[in-house]
């Protein structure tokens, strides 16, 4: 969530998006080399090289939302590894998470 209540697109999203958006530039620069007399192998080829410095100018905002998404995703999975880590050391408090019951814990005894 940002500051003023909305919502952020996901990383899948995010990646999507500029996924989409470089293969749309592509193609444009490849059809107008195409229209230009440009062989279509050659277009496509050329469409990709340049493309690329292209989209960072172009899609500077973007680079940064995907950038932020990133960073986003790769806090929120650090964060998960440590709370694994410490419940795999046995330094969660019992019950925090609601899955830890006394029962669980105790091993069973063989007696019916």
Not at 7 to 36: C, K, M, N, Q, S
Not at 48 to 63: D, K, N, Q, T, Y
């Amino acid at each position: 969530m940002t500051t003023d209540g909305t919502r952020e697109p996901g990383l899948v999203a995010t990646v999507a998006l500029y996924a989409f958006a470089r293969l749309v530039l592509v193609a444009i620069v490849a059809g107008l080399l195409a229209l230009a007399g440009v062989p279509v192998i050659l277009a496509i080829l050329i469409g990709l090289i340049v493309a690329l410095p292209l989209s960072m100018v172009l899609f500077r905002g973007l680079r940064t939302r995907l950038d932020t998404a990133i960073a986003v995703a790769g806090e929120r999975r650090g964060a998960e590894r440590e709370a694994l880590r410490a419940r795999l050391r046995g330094d969660a408090e019992p019950g925090a998470d609601g899955s830890d019951d006394a029962a669980e814990r105790q091993p069973h005894s063989g007696q019916g």
